[in-house]
C-alpha cells in the first residue's frame, strides 16, 4: 500500500507578478524518520521555489506500509 501525499501552495509577495530579471532559487529539504516504526516508512520532502515574486511551496509525503 503506497500513500502519496501532494500539497502545493501559490501565493506571491508585492504587485509586479512578471518581471525581466527572473531569479530561481531552490531549498529541498529531505527527512526519514524512525524507519521501521509501526512497520511503516516516512519520507517528507519539502521544497520551496522562488521564481522572481512568486514562491511556489511543494510538500509530498509518502507513506509505505511494510506490514504486506
Known amino acids: 500500500m503506497l500513500l502519496m501525499y501532494f500539497d502545493?501552495?501559490?501565493?506571491?509577495?508585492?504587485?509586479s507578478a512578471f518581471s525581466r530579471n527572473v531569479s530561481i532559487m531552490m531549498s529541498t529539504q529531505y527527512t526519514t524518520e524512525n524507519a521501521f516504526r509501526d512497520q511503516k516508512l516516512y519520507i517528507r520532502v519539502e521544497s520551496d521555489v522562488h521564481i522572481s515574486r512568486f514562491l511556489v511551496r511543494q510538500k509530498t509525503q509518502l507513506e509505505l506500509n511494510l506490514a504486506m
Open 8 to 15: 502545493c501552495i501559490f501565493f506571491m509577495c508585492g504587485h
